[in-house]
């Protein structure tokens, strides 16, 4: 039912599309124009958060992903002709060093590279390695001549100019490796099956909304936009796989708990049974120093019960890789997901 092939071209043209969060217009406007291939009508919130409606009836469920990316911002054109930045969205600046990049000023677009500001082994030998790794100790050589703070001035750059870092994805037997994974791997699975709604081989139980959010590396992705008929969200996001980590590479995640705290009970229930009835691969985690779009709209003052599955990410922020057969089984429970009721209530727990 998941078109796998659909589903990896998706992601890869997501991937090759720079949507760093402030900036997120190409990556919105390429979905737009896929949901319009599929028969779907796009809608936008005032902030630009892009959403169909699925279903007959008004939306009682929503699923949520979001289209930006970690990114950066030049903060200073320096005297040696280079910028400085400052990240946008929690990653490292170890992360950073040596990443390809676009710098988008008013007027055009130039291409560089992230470096530390002792970056000649030749000049500063074992400096190199003995230096800080902090935003501070970085700043983007620009592919051009341009010796000094004037002559960047006269190149059009500007304090304020988003920077996209490149993602240079590469499949690797059924890995996929690459920046911003998080979340364009999430974007690309719900992609997926809005496409088996679309061709006939899923009937929706419940009519619920396909949220496409631009904020949730700032951590305001969730916060508005659901219908007032909406009573359960379910966030799609990366499930961390590291030391001390319940998720594994083939397996899709229920997240139990986030940094916020556990998630509904009656949701995550409805979802373990889900994955045992239709032999779903499935791990439960949790998760101490993560949130989603989830807790951003519980924080907003959404009266909605919320839930969270996740997709295998190693090197979360980092140089991140997922695979392909957790794609395949989070999106089964997504399928199975919008067959099913809402989560009976129950007594409140």
């Known amino acids: 039912m998941i078109d796998q092939n659909y589903l990896l071209d998706r992601l890869l ?10 900036m997120t217009g190409r990556a919105t406007e390429l979905v737009d124009s896929w949901l319009r291939e599929l028969g ?12 169909v409606e ?7 469920r929503a699923l949520a992903v979001h289209l930006d990316t970690l990114g950066a911002m030049v903060s200073e054109l320096k005297p040696n002709g280079r910028l400085a930045l400052r990240n946008t969205g929690t990653w490292a600046a170890r992360f950073a060093e040596g990443a390809r990049v676009t710098i988008f ?3 055009a677009e130039h291409r560089g590279t992230i470096l530390p500001l002792k970056a000649s082994g030749h000049r500063f030998n074992t400096e190199v390695d003995s230096q ?7 700043e983007i050589r620009v592919d051009a001549i341009l010796p000094d703070r004037p002559s960047l001035m006269a190149a059009g750059f500007n304090v304020g100019d988003m920077v996209a870092v490149d993602a240079q994805p590469e499949v690797v037997d059924g890995f996929i490796v690459s920046r911003h994974l998080d979340d364009k791997a999430g974007c690309a699975t719900l992609l997926a099956v809005l ?4 061709d006939g081989q899923l009937k929706v139980s419940v009519p619920f909304q396909a949220m496409f959010t631009i904020g949730e590396e700032i951590g305001i992705g969730g916060t508005h936009g659901f219908g007032p008929d909406v009573e359960e969200l379910l966030a799609i996001d990366n499930a961390v796989t590291a030391p001390n980590q319940a998720s594994r590479d083939d397996a899709v995640t229920i997240a139990m708990r986030d940094r916020q705290g556990p998630f509904d009970a009656h949701m995550t229930r409805q979802l373990l049974a889900l994955c045992q009835r239709d ?13 989603s779009d989830s807790a951003a709209a519980v924080e907003a003052g959404w009266d909605l019960r919320v839930g969270l599955v996740c997709f295998s990410l190693d090197s979360s922020h980092g140089w991140e890789r997922t695979h392909s057969s957790s794609l395949l089984e989070l999106g089964k429970l997504l399928v199975a997901y919008l067959g099913a009721d809402l989560a009976p209530a129950g007594s409140r727990e």
Request: avoid cysteine; aromatic fraction near 8%; charge should be positive.
């Open 13 to 22: 043209q997501l991937l090759k599309t720079p949507s760093p969060v402030g």
């Open 40 to 51: 779907y009508t796009p809608r936008y919130t005032r902030r630009g958060v892009l959403h």
């Open 54 to 60: 699925v279903g007959e009836g008004a939306p009682r």
């Open 105 to 107: 000023s008013d007027t």
């Open 132 to 138: 800080p790794a902090d935003w501070d100790n970085l």
């Open 195 to 198: 496409k088996s709604i679309s």
């Open 279 to 291: 032999g779903i691969r499935h791990e439960r985690d949790t998760f101490r120093h993560y949130r």
